[in-house]
């Protein structure tokens, strides 16, 4: 229902979508000038401009849950001509370009918000996309298509969404015909295999977008047991990822040793080790385990999330095959909202949890996990390391962070390398997995397909046998 | 005192005392969600926002102020029928339940419904057939329905007629395709009041499997203690006196027994609508059903204070109303009861 002002392409490269040309950097990287495109209308007739967009990112300054993502970023919004705008930011930023793809600034209407600037309207989307929203409620949702829209129209005429609140309800729907297109990142990993053997069959269709969601560990560094670095380095070569893959979600989670999704970075190295037992042992060993000494880890886990505890049941059942003498997990189900309240307090000494940018743009995975506003030698004692529950930094990393925000291309993404590179050797994560979005539909709709941000582009959906 | 001066004193009397039961209710529930780990601002920004922007939130939604003062403010606001706005979208929380009440009377009453007549069915046809094999069929079925787990038992139903069969939506209250029918929040009422054939069969489809589960489930409790109480009213001496008079047994069970054995099914009833208003969660999850039970649930995860406590308020209101209904109705039909 909405568009963004930029879009990322297969290339990982900017490309144009409300706006008309690339964003322009002056005063040093402070201020950004973005040029709009001037045949775009919103859904209630009234045209996009300059105003119109300042407007929104204003009201998601204001109001948007999610708006710390710009905190800090933008001071101020002007419009200097009826088609741009310029955003005046406090400190120079690379990411910016990522952070202008984010859907967060999907433009509404001034008109129709204008008793609603700064609350919410929950009832109504007024924005400048291929639908426009018919019907609201709770569990169901109709689009139309919008006939004056700018782009390529919708090759449908609208879509009914339905929510169902079980894995099984919407397995269900998909096998028996009720419903022509399941997108769920929450159906259980055996109704997911199955989906994805009866697409191999022919008999549905599969789509699959960009990896950009992760799953990792995250281990508390400033307590024991892993306030010590051989510790942490023992854990991360014990855990055997394939196998994990294999077992839990039948090798539809990829196997990740990076914080950042191979697809949003061209350079991408896979820095954590590999699964190692022998490496494992040897540095037990060394801490003083193994020899009638077992090092007992509790692995906490999200237990209204069906993947975390069958990863740690897999991974239990690991490490008593490899490590029986050396390593035990206990493991304890937390609900996730629970474990956020009490992850930066330090309630958990490995945690299980995962993590999508909120653009595609590889900062937008480290920094949240790394960065840190207070150092006391390796130990942050204020900043996202401590919102993540690792508590881990490293002054040279955190350079390495903050020098990758004035740099651009190639040089940024090996600035932002190394920082990985550097937090694989701190140990405070162990990336585990990737998921990828998937959407599957009937044989006789068009293949699912998702834009650079792993969101499904229902507009190209179609049935192919009209 | 006469009787009825005395029942009269006697409604008063609980009426009086419903504000009170209500007023611990909704403290309790007050206090039980501080309690409990985690708050809104985790559940709306999620792990990785700053301290600032937590702060900045819980601001904003006013959980920065002092307990005491939350609850004062909550409390005070109560009294004027105010149940606050959601956390996480600011909608008002009457609109919520206005929006999801409806959903859940329908399903509870279509259920109550189903659970009372098929109850009443099978608990009649055992008596009148006492240790006969309908009555030991019927025994089985209510143990049955008291031993399946309600989320198993739904969950069997749904795959064998909607995967399975496919005679019916799998979840949901409306076809997906079709606009929700305006009015009452009804849709059974409003699509019928509306004229719209498609309106009213496709919900009708929606409401199928859904009610009849948590009705076959509710039946058994129907069964047993109207099966329970009519043999013990048959071993009763007016019972043997009517039928020295000679009284057809037909006679004897639906004029003299069946009157009398209705009065302690006639409690569970009016305790069972009370508790399928908020108690129906495992159906309404399992069948998508966009009820009260389903939202209170949405909301408990997401932490959203003012949602939960004005439903629990909401629900404890009516189990409160719908007992204090029943016991009225009981006293008055009821001579040997005392007030």
Known sequence: MGDTLYKVDRNGELTTSLASKLPELTNNGLTVTISLRDDIFFHDGTKFDGEAMAFTIQRFMNIGTLNYILSGRIKSIDVPEKYKIRLNLSRPSSSINGLLTSINLTPVSPKSYANHKNKFLNDNFIGTGPYKLDNFSPQQKQLKRFNLYWSTPAQNNGISFISLSNSSALFGALINGEIDVLLSNSIQEDQRKYLNTMSKKGEIVEGRGSALEIGYLTFRTNAPPFNKPIIRKAILHSLDRNLISKRVSYGLRKPLRSLVPPDINILAKSSWPKYNPYITKKLLTKAGFCNGEQLNIPLTFRSNVPADKLLALTWQAQVQRDFSECLKLSLNGVESTTIYRQLSKGAYQAVMLDWRGSYPDPEAYLSPLLSCERINRNVCEQGEAVISGSFWTDPLMENALKRSEELHGRKRLEALNKVEKIASNGGAYLPIWLLSPRAWAQKYISKPEFDSNGHLLLSRLKNINK | MSRSKALIRYFITRLALAPVMLWIIASLVFLLLRI?????????????????????????LGLDEPLHQQYIQFIQNLMHGDLGTALVNQEP???????????????????????????????????SKADGKTDLIGRLFGIGTYAIPPFWGAMLIQLLFAVVLGWFPIGGRFPANLTPPNGTGFYLFDSFWNRSFIDFQGTLKHLFLPAMTLGILLS????????????????????EAARSRGISETQIIVKHAFPNALLPVLTIAGITVAS?????????????????????????AQRDYPVVQGIVVVIAALAVMISILVDLIIATIDPRISY
């Open chain 2, 220 to 239: 058994g409790i129907f069964s047993r203690a109207l099966r329970l109480n009519l043999t013990r009213t048959l071993e009763s001496d007016y019972i």
């Open chain 2, 36 to 60: 409990a780990p985690g708050d809104p601002v985790d559940a709306i920004l999620g792990t990785r926002a700053t301290e600032l922007a937590r702060e900045s939130l819980r601001a904003k």
């Open chain 2, 93 to 127: 929380v009457s609109n919520i339940i206005q929006k999801a009440l409806p959903a859940s009377i329908e399903l509870g009453v279509t259920a109550f419904l189903i659970a009372i007549t098929l109850g009443m069915a099978i608990g009649f046809i055992g008596t």
């Open chain 2, 276 to 300: 399928l208003i908020g108690g129906a969660l495992l159906i309404e999850v399992t069948f998508s059903w966009p009820g009260i039970a389903m939202r209170l649930q949405e909301a408990i």
